[in-house]
């Protein structure tokens, strides 16, 4: 009898002790998976660079305010981390913050510049919330040349509507070098090219100087598919004029504007080099959003159009794009690159884009 008793509790010590052993490998597995990123993902995606230095300054101060007696006393760190980046949320897809329609005035804008929420954006336009991991990282790319006012305009009122919106950004100015034709094309491959350079980032957000959104519910983010932000414009009656058009203010994600390989280079003065996107998205088969009229609309600043391209030269590029597009763009671009200054709001980037070709009038000089 006390000899199967003695058994009985062999047997239930033995049981107990590989109850225990079970449990301390689970420990260690879920350390190694945190040290792996596997639960860490916030905070080894935002560890880097400027932009992501504010997320993981934040991780740290985050562990000195709510570190548990557990974490403190493990030897496992990628333990505590673990707990860090499970309290820090993910910033809401559609934040509270937002106000919906805003009252804009050029005027006064461009009086009391900078904007309200400027003064946490790092030198070169980065800013990234402080409450929560935004949810994508987002380059702005503005093409200019000589449009001071309406950048300061654009920004005084982009900059609160992006940080309302908690999504992590960095403007880039992307400026024309000397006085030949302009050619936005090449700016949006430059700022695009050179943008990468500075970040990685999960969206890009083309947008032309002068369109100022009238609404925060327009989300800077990009979607699964490339978004027109801009269908509402008040010149045109808050009416899209056609189907094709994308311009104004287009996001995309990297991987679509690489498939489609950018912008085409070829379009010089103003005219089609946004028609020519569309006809490059839809070549490559992918469709393009857009928000409710009520809530993509925008205010264009009044300004003179400069050149013009040939008409006849314009159509013929935007009948040869299916077979010209994987021929022109970024894998054809090229450009000297003149300066990069960090600004208060924004990183300029001057570029020379190089000269039109002689006779840019004729569709000869594009045939090739
Ligand atoms: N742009 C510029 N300087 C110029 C011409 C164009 O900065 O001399 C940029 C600016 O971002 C502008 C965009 O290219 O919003 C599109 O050009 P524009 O406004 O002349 O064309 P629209 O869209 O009004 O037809
Ligand atoms: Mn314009």
């Given at each position: 009898?006390s000899?199967?008793c003695t058994?009985?509790?062999i047997?239930?010590v033995l049981?107990i002790?590989?109850v225990?052993?079970i449990?301390?490998i ?7 998976a945190?040290?792996?990123g596997?639960?860490?993902e916030k ?6 660079s400027g932009?992501?230095f504010n997320?993981?300054?934040?991780t ?6 709510n570190?548990?007696?557990f ?9 505590y981390?673990?707990?860090?980046n499970?309290s820090l949320?993910?910033c809401?897809?559609?934040p509270?913050?937002?106000?919906g329609r805003l009252?804009i005035d050029f005027?006064a804008?461009?009086?009391s ?6 003064h946490?954006?790092?030198?070169g336009?980065a800013?990234s919330p402080?409450s929560?991991v935004?949810r994508?990282?987002?380059?702005i790319?503005i ?5 001071q ?6 920004l005084y009122y982009?900059?609160p509507?992006l940080?309302r919106q908690?999504v ?8 024309q070098?000397g006085?030949k ?9 430059i ?6 350079k500075?970040d990685?980032f999960?969206c890009f957000i083309?947008?032309d100087?002068?369109l100022?959104?009238?609404?925060d519910?327009n989300?800077y983010?990009c979607?699964?598919?490339p978004?027109?932000m ?7 009656g808050?009416k899209?004029?056609?189907k094709?058009?994308?311009?104004g203010v287009l ?8 498939r489609?390989n950018?912008?085409s280079?070829?379009?010089?003065g103003?005219?089609?080099e946004?028609?020519d996107?569309?006809y490059?998205?839809?070549?490559s088969k ?5 928000p ?5 609309r925008y ?7 400069k050149?013009?391209?040939?008409a006849k030269?314009?159509y ?10 994987l ?7 090229e450009?000297?690159?003149v300066?990069?200054?960090?600004e208060?709001?924004y990183?300029r980037?001057v570029a020379?884009?190089g000269?039109?070709?002689?006779n840019?009038d004729k ?6």
């Amino acid at each position: 009898m006390s000899r199967r008793c003695t058994r009985f509790i062999i047997i239930v010590v033995l049981v107990i002790i590989c109850v225990a052993l079970i449990s301390v490998i689970n420990v260690g597995e879920l350390s190694v998976a945190a040290a792996s990123g596997v639960y860490g993902e916030k905070s080894t995606s935002y560890s880097k660079s400027g932009m992501r230095f504010n997320a993981s300054e934040r991780t740290g101060r985050f562990s000195n305010d709510n570190m548990s007696s557990f974490y403190r006393k493990s030897k496992y760190t990628m333990g505590y981390e673990l707990k860090v980046n499970l309290s820090l949320d993910s910033c809401q897809a559609v934040p509270d913050l937002l106000v919906g329609r805003l009252k804009i005035d050029f005027e006064a804008a461009l009086k009391s510049a900078p904007p309200p929420a400027a003064h946490d954006v790092l030198p070169g336009g980065a800013w990234s919330p402080n409450s929560c991991v935004a949810r994508q990282r987002i380059a702005i790319i503005i093409p200019f040349r000589d449009r001071q006012k309406h950048l300061d305009i654009l920004l005084y009122y982009l900059v609160p509507v992006l940080t309302r919106q908690q999504v992590a950004f960095q403007v880039f100015v992307v400026e024309q070098y000397g006085n030949k034709a302009f050619n936005k094309g090449r700016l949006m491959n430059i700022g695009f090219t050179e943008a990468r350079k500075h970040d990685e980032f999960d969206c890009f957000i083309f947008h032309d100087v002068d369109l100022i959104p009238e609404d925060d519910r327009n989300m800077y983010t990009c979607s699964e598919n490339p978004r027109h932000m801009s269908p509402a414009v008040d010149k045109l009656g808050y009416k899209l004029p056609y189907k094709a058009l994308v311009g104004g203010v287009l996001s995309i994600k990297p991987e679509h504007y690489s498939r489609v390989n950018g912008y085409s280079n070829l379009y010089w003065g103003w005219g089609a080099e946004d028609d020519d996107m569309y006809y490059r998205l839809s070549a490559s088969k992918i469709s393009v959003l857009r928000p409710p009229f009520t809530i993509g609309r925008y205010k264009m600043i009044k300004h003179d159009r400069k050149e013009v391209s040939p008409a006849k030269v314009r159509y013929y590029l935007l009948r040869t794009v299916r077979k010209r597009f994987l021929k022109d763009g970024l894998n054809t671009l090229e450009y000297r690159l003149v300066d990069t200054r960090l600004e208060k709001l924004y990183t300029r980037i001057v570029a020379d884009v190089g000269d039109p070709p002689k006779n840019s009038d004729k569709i000869s000089a594009f045939v090739t």
